[in-house]
């Protein structure tokens, strides 16, 4: 797998920091986690990645939360189940966080709305949310931007600002 050169020193950055997460996609980013195991250092990082594409694995994974599958409370959702699944996971006092992210992007079928996306990271202190509206690129250039995206946002917020 080829890495973008700036991918590789952000995640590389993500990987030197003592962080752990628990990632959960549904519909768009599983990229991110490819460029994340391609990179030396993800057994620290990663303790479990959960791609939710089937409509009950998300309702499972957000307690049949009556919102949007693509909404930010679809996001937070799941990053808050993400960070419970961390803490579960965890073996030592480490920094956890629950990563969620929701996507709409190209498809070969009909679909109402617009191509976007919604991320929430939720550490012990605080939840971050964001939100990516697409263009018309392919499927393929999506996913490498709501990837990239991912990994920027999991890199501020594992690696203090300088």
Do not use: C, K
């Not at 700036?6 to 995640?11: G, K, L, P, V």
């Not at 519909?27 to 057994?43: K, N, Q, V």
């Not at 990837?147 to 890199?155: D, V």
Request: proline share 4%; hydrophobic share 50%; charged share 15%.
């Amino acid at each position: 797998m080829i890495v973008p050169n700036d991918i590789a020193t952000q995640i590389t950055a993500i990987h030197a920091s003592p962080t752990r997460l628990v990632l959960v996609f549904a519909g768009a980013g599983s990229l991110g986690l490819a460029w994340l195991h391609a990179i030396a250092g993800s057994s620290r990082t990663i303790l479990e990645a959960v791609d939710a594409y089937a409509p009950r694995s998300l309702a499972d994974i957000t307690d049949h939360l009556a919102a949007p599958a693509v909404s930010a409370a679809t996001a937070q959702a799941m990053a808050t189940w993400a960070y419970r699944r961390a803490q579960a996971l965890s073996e030592g006092n480490w920094p956890l966080l629950g990563v969620g992210l929701t996507a709409a992007i190209r498809t070969d079928r009909q679909r109402r709305g617009a191509d976007h996306a919604f991320l929430a990271i939720q550490s012990a202190t605080t939840l971050n949310i964001e939100h990516l509206a697409l263009s018309q690129q392919s499927r393929l250039e999506q996913e490498i931007q709501v990837s990239r995206w991912l990994i920027a946002a999991i890199e501020r917020a594992v690696v203090p600002a300088l």
